[in-house]
């Protein structure tokens, strides 16, 4: 009994930490004249370009703790890349830095909420619990249909996997490969978005749309297949 009382005062404990620090985060913007209408790519781009020979590193770090301490869409991120650094190397940092930041954030969700998931009756037995399992098995497959298909936003991804009983490593290496075609095309828009007639531009905006219509697609597919396999 000692020990359940003392596993939900850490796990409250944990949850009074991760709140505070939400609101920390808010408070910044909302008492500070910083504004995440600032955050453009331009404005990063220039940021991290002061760095000079460190800038990769520098953008890393910044995509890492984007959405965890620091507040900057994960669009911008996607963009910048390809603005500062171009098509190839924007490329590999854009995919490592979403992979950095996705692993921070699943690693902070775990620590600070999956002991209170564990702690709640309802979640022992049933359908929740079968789920859970069920996505400790098969996590890899689940990740990384989740990042070629962009049915979800990707920091809700981030975070409810970190609360799920997902693997480590299944979540890190399924994110990075999912993440790979996505990050190539947000990175190509990003390098041709200053010349924004050219026809490499066309082709960058065409591929996104086609991206952004993926989820589309996927779910009138899953549903024109289920009932054939019922029949």
Known sequence: ????????????LKLGILAALV????????????????????????FILGFGVFAPLVYLAIYGLRGVVVIIPV???AITSGLVFGIWWGWILNVTGATINAT??????????????DSLPFFKSGKLKSFDEKA?????KVILVMRLIPLFQ????NFGSGLSRIR?????????????????????????IENWRSPKFILALALFVLLMFVPFFYKKFKKKKSPAMEG
């Open 1 to 12: 009994m000692e020990k359940e009382n003392s596993g939900s005062k850490r796990n409250l």
């Open 23 to 46: 609101l920390t985060i808010a408070g910044i913007f909302y008492l500070t004249p910083l504004d995440p209408k600032d955050f453009t790519p331009e404005k990063i781009r220039e």
């Open 75 to 77: 669009f911008a991120m």
């Open 104 to 117: 921070i954030s699943f690693l902070a969700a775990r620590y600070f909420g999956r002991g209170f998931i």
């Open 136 to 140: 400790e098995q098969h996590g890899f």
């Open 154 to 157: 990707y920091d809700a991804v």
């Open 168 to 192: 480590l490593r299944d979540y890190i290496f399924a994110s990075f490969i999912g993440m790979l075609p996505g990050g190539f095309i947000t990175n190509f828009l990003g390098s041709s």
